[in-house]
């Protein structure tokens, strides 16, 4: 670790006050000719200086943690109020999207079998299975910005049968991705939590505003497709609702 060090002018030099009101310009000589300045805060009605209300050089001479810059190769410059707990869980994270990314992926496999041709379910889970990858790429970069250390986990081999004797293989994949996005928010919840158990605003804001309401979006359109393919019955109606997947833009988020 580096400790900052301030050029000897700024602590040695007094600074020169103007007057405005009940504020005070303080202009401090830097090396070089360029100038510093800060604003005081006169407090009581005689306008008499009682203390800086924002001082940065003091501060970071009383915050060493602040202050200090890593000089470890091995170290990140950039992490700042980033707790283990939190790194963990954005791994944890990265892991249960890469796990949805590979079934989907089993899916569209399944899907696209010369003896199933259900060509539109089979580009839909191949797309949901790429939105799921990004998902946890935008994590492992999230991860990297936080100065956090992507550890990628293993991935449980997916089923590569979706047949039904009941229900057919359309139904049964749909109600599948349902329980998954289920899954999948509450782990992102869980995320959010620990998130708030640390008190870092930034991660709980970066699940918000990425990918809660995101998911809550995917669980309602997934659910109409349930509802619809319920209602069509097996048969020609799955066929009908393939052509729509097919032709449609139905990317599950
Ligand atoms: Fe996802
Ligand atoms: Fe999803």
Known sequence: MALLRFPPSLSASS????SNSSHFLITKPLIGGKEVHGVAMAKGSGGAITGLVFSPFEELKLRPEVAMVPVEADKSLARFKYSEKCEVAVNEQINVEYNISYIY???YAYFDRDNIALRGFAKFFKESSEEEREHAEKLMEYQNKRGGRVKLQ?????VSEFDHSEKGDALYA???TLALEKLTNEKLLHLHKVAEQCKDVELMNYIESEFLGEQVEAIKKISE?????????????????????????????
């Open 15 to 18: 600074p020169r006050l103007s």
């Open 105 to 107: 992926h089993a899916m």
């Open 154 to 158: 293993s991935i449980l081999m997916p």
């Open 174 to 176: 749909m109600e599948l």
């Open 225 to 253: 497709f349930v509802s619809q393919l319920r209602r069509v019955g097996p048969g020609h109606g799955v066929w009908h609702f393939d052509q729509v997947l097919l032709h449609g833009d139905a990317v599950h988020g």
